[in-house]
């Protein structure tokens, strides 16, 4: 698959994924025309979203919740965790803290997912992590990160998954230029 192609794709899906359910079918008609393989591929993006089911949404008041409950931590910018050097921070929501990290044992950029210290006595949260994990690495499709590691550092939980530098689209990054 072509860069070009791989953005299309990322492009039509995420425009499709803000639609309403009722209005994609029609809109991915237009969208992908006669191409069959453009229309195949945006289908298996969906059926795997629906697979995924509700794993990467927090509902609003488990975010308030969260926020309400965090502690001032110290930044892990600069710090390890295990064999990886966090490098920046790219987003943080109800379930933890993604950063931008390097891998010192394969040389590699990854994204470090991490559930707060605050949450791991919380088995519910425990489980919603491990079960995210197990739900995307039983994932295969080009358009799917690879998730390389779950692992604890100290108290912290990770996920360690490849990085891919882009615009977000919910569960999918267009990857730039």
Same mark, same amino acid.
Not at 127 to 152: C, D, K, M, W
């Given at each position: ?25 029609? +809109? ?5 025309? @006669? ?5 195949? =591929?945006? =289908?298996?993006? +969906? ?15 488990? &975010? ?45 950029? &990854? ?34 990160? @690879? ?15 490849? +990085? ?14």
């Amino acid at each position: 698959m072509t860069p070009e192609q791989h953005q299309q794709i990322g492009q039509i899906y995420c425009d499709a994924l803000e639609l309403e359910p009722a209005a994609r079918e029609a +809109f991915l008609n237009g969208a992908c025309g @006669t191409d069959g393989d453009l229309r195949r =591929e945006i =289908e298996s993006l +969906f059926r795997a979203h629906d697979k995924a089911g509700d794993y990467f949404a927090v509902p609003a008041l488990e &975010v308030a919740a969260g926020l309400l409950a965090q502690q001032k931590n110290p930044s892990l910018i600069g710090h390890s965790l295990s064999h990886y050097r966090v490098l920046s921070l790219i987003g943080a929501g109800g379930m933890g803290e993604v950063y931008l990290a390097q891998d010192a044992r394969l040389g590699r950029k &990854v994204a470090l997912k991490l559930l707060p210290a605050i949450f791991t006595s919380d088995r519910e949260r425990l489980r919603r992590f491990e079960q995210e994990a197990r739900s995307v690495s039983s994932l295969n499709h080009p358009n799917i990160l @690879t998730i390389y590691e779950v692992g604890v550092a100290g108290e912290t939980l990770f996920i360690a998954t490849e +990085f891919i530098d882009g615009r977000r689209c919910a569960n999918f990054c267009v990857a730039d230029g």
